[in-house]
Nanobody, 115 residues
Framework: QVQLVESGGGLVQPGGSLTLSCAAS????????MGWYRQAPGKQRELVAS???????DYADSVKGRFTISRDNAANTVALQMNSLKPEDTAIYYC?????????WGPGTQVTVAS
């Protein structure tokens, strides 16, 4: 079991930036991968970005070149730097940690992009 706690969400204007952080209650090297999903109203949850135990990253096409995922092994945290935000990035962002096929989830943090 792991507890994940997100922080850093909020309201930002289009073109602005936010950094989300996810703190894990155990060593992040225990997980095959960590990352972020998001869910907008009326839409399915979608993978935004992930980073595996080897440090390989993956991004949704819609955020490539704008978002960057990173991790701090000593602090057991994973961050998502979001730049050039668009209104369509508005969603609840969920941190996840995966061991084999089992996912653990954080409670989510709201990101709203509006002028």
């Amino acid at each position: 079991q792991v507890q994940l706690v997100e922080s850093g969400g909020g309201l930002v204007q289009p073109g602005g930036s936010l950094t989300l952080s996810c703190a894990a209650s155990r060593n992040i090297f225990d997980f095959n991968a960590m990352g972020w999903y998001r869910q907008a109203p009326g839409k399915q949850r979608e993978l935004v970005a992930s980073i595996n135990v080897g440090g390989v990253t993956d991004y949704a096409d819609s955020v490539k070149g704008r978002f960057t995922i990173s991790r701090d092994n000593a602090a057991n945290t994973v961050a998502l730097q979001m730049n050039s935000l668009k209104p369509e990035d508005t969603a609840i962002y969920y941190c996840f940690a995966r061991i084999l096929r089992r996912h653990s989830w954080g409670p989510g943090t709201q990101v709203t992009v509006a002028s």
